[in-house]
């Protein structure tokens, strides 16, 4: 069931990553309202917009986070499931594992070189997730 485990693990991955993008959309528009009330500006329709969609990207990725709890919730089933018949699955599903713990081990390094924070770098973007 190591398989299961580690899915269940890049799932966790896949909602912290959500979940920090979350704050930082909602952070950077907090930042531009603030920008906004200081300099007296008054926005026009294109930039409600902008601002609209910042809080569209939120919700949906708070609509994913969801999905993915509740694909837990069924994995959470299956290996229960299978606890009591482990032989049955363990050939298919230790491949699967192999390949997965790998995604996993990507994903974790992405996110740790992003750390949340734009540098200036010699590559050719930022990749995260």
């Given at each position: 069931m190591q398989f299961l485990h580690?899915?269940?693990g890049l799932l966790e991955h896949i909602k912290s990553v959500e979940r920090?993008?979350?704050?930082?959309?909602?952070?950077?528009?907090?930042?531009?309202?603030?920008?906004?009330?200081?300099?007296?500006?008054?926005?026009?329709?294109?930039t409600l917009e902008v601002m609209q969609y910042q809080d569209i990207i939120a919700q949906q990725l708070g609509a994913t986070i969801e999905?993915?709890?509740?694909?837990?919730?069924?994995?959470?089933y299956f290996t229960r499931a299978f606890s009591e018949?482990?032989?049955l699955a363990a050939e298919n599903l230790e491949k699967m594992h192999d390949k997965l713990t790998s995604a996993l081990d990507r994903?974790?390094?992405?996110?740790?070189?992003?750390?949340?924070?734009?540098?200036?770098q010699d590559d050719d973007g930022i990749e995260f997730f």
């Open positions: 580690t899915l269940d920090e993008t979350i704050e930082m959309t909602q952070k950077a528009q907090l930042q531009v309202v603030h920008f906004i009330e200081k300099q007296g500006l008054i926005l026009d329709d294109e999905a993915i709890e509740n694909a837990q919730k069924h994995l959470q018949d482990d032989s994903a974790r390094e992405k996110h740790s070189a992003f750390g949340g924070k734009i540098q200036h």
